[in-house]
């Protein structure tokens, strides 16, 4: 949480729109060793493949799943390629091309070190927005465009699980697993709404929902347990999990 778009205050650090104090990415990146790589969306993904290339395997969206869980990502612009093109345009195009369903799919377009749900847009045409992105005159800015997947639904809201994993020693192997809570939109979901008219739907992190009158944090986050739970007794498996 290191980039906001609010006033920034006397010490030159920049406050949201609820006054919290957040250091701007240029400040923190040189003093926390790392930082770099896991808050920029675009370098997190990248390292996954490469670790992935690195052992012969395919990327994970390119294993066939009943329910996929990892998006097609690609990062456009920051500099040119030979083509004269924001760099990326030509590979997200020819993708496109060869395979005209993902023409069909919705795209989230997101700036690289934002947070909070901003920084973000919903495209339900993608094809439309890449020709303009990509024809667009000193066009310097970086952005990562995403598949967006359809969601796990809980009571026809989307839900994610958030829990942490910590891997202390690799040789030989020591994980802590810390059992997550499940969070949800407040917000009945619908796919091919627009990002603009009601961003809490399409996320289920606080920042986004918390802005509504009736956000408790009881309805938006319960304990896995609970959750599990809820499954047992009513015999109803949330849309987009397998038994």
């Known amino acids: 949480q290191h980039l906001s778009f609010g006033q920034k205050d006397k010490h030159g650090r920049r406050k949201n729109s609820q006054g919290s104090l957040y250091l701007p990415s240029n400040v923190i990146f040189p003093i926390v060793d790392g930082t770099d790589l896991w ?101 310097t800015e970086e952005v990562v465009v995403q598949q967006y997947m359809r969601p796990l639904l809980w009571d026809g809201r989307k839900t994610a699980f958030r829990f942490y994993v910590l891997i202390a020693n690799t040789n030989p192997w020591m994980v802590f697993w810390l059992a997550p809570r499940v969070q949800r939109s407040l917000f009945q979901y619908n796919h091919y709404s627009n990002w603009e008219d009601n961003p809490a739907m399409h996320v289920t992190n606080m920042a986004a929902n918390s ?30 999990m397998n038994k």
């Open 39 to 139: 808050h920029h969306k675009a370098n997190v993904f990248n390292t996954i493949l490469e670790w992935y290339a690195s052992r012969g395997c395919k990327a994970p969206y390119q294993y066939r799943t009943r329910y996929p869980v990892v998006p097609r990502q690609y990062v456009l612009g920051g500099e040119t390629d030979d083509s004269q093109q924001p760099q990326g345009c030509s590979s997200f195009l020819s993708d496109l091309q060869e395979r005209p369903g993902l023409r069909q799919e919705a795209w989230l377009v997101k700036e690289p070190t934002a947070h909070k749900a901003m920084g973000l847009s919903l495209k339900h045409n993608i094809t439309k927005w890449l020709n303009e992105f990509c024809t667009a005159t000193n066009r």
């Open 211 to 240: 802005q509504f009158k009736n956000f408790s944090v009881e309805e938006w986050s319960v304990p896995w347990g609970e959750f599990l739970d809820h499954i047992e007794a009513t015999n109803q498996i949330p849309r987009g």
